[in-house]
């Protein structure tokens, strides 16, 4: 399985930015989706997710600003990020196969390459 990442870029503080990822292989339907980030010096967390059936959990920080989709027809899941702001600049993988343990979730095996958002104040 590949994950291929894309859509970061450099934008202002209040703009937009989708992000994409399309997955290779034929196991993207039936598995759960992220989007993880890492800030500089700090460890990767969980951005959003979204199970196959479509339920969707995100972080506090992005609440009412972020959206996950994915389309099963194209192997590919999306995160729109709106109201971005500086403390949102991070590279951000997209993962596949993360499982719940209780309140936790595990990240996947798969991992995207990450790809840089940059937000500008």
């Known amino acids: 399985v590949q994950l291929q990442a894309s859509g970061g870029g450099l934008v202002q503080a209040g703009g937009s930015l989708r992000l994409s990822c399309e997955a290779s292989?034929?196991?993207?339907?039936?598995?759960?989706m992220a989007w993880y980030l890492q800030a500089p010096g700090k460890q990767r967390e969980l951005v959003a997710r979204i199970s196959n059936s479509g339920t969707t959990n995100y972080a506090d920080s992005v609440k009412g600003r972020f959206v996950i989709s994915r389309d099963n027809a194209k192997n590919t899941v999306y995160l729109q990020m709106n109201s971005l702001k500086p403390e949102d600049t991070a590279v951000y993988y997209c993962n596949l196969g993360s499982v719940s343990i209780g309140s936790r979730v595990r990240p996947g095996p798969y991992w995207g390459q990450g790809t840089l958002v940059t937000v500008s104040s």
């Open positions: 292989g034929s196991i993207f339907m039936g598995v759960n």
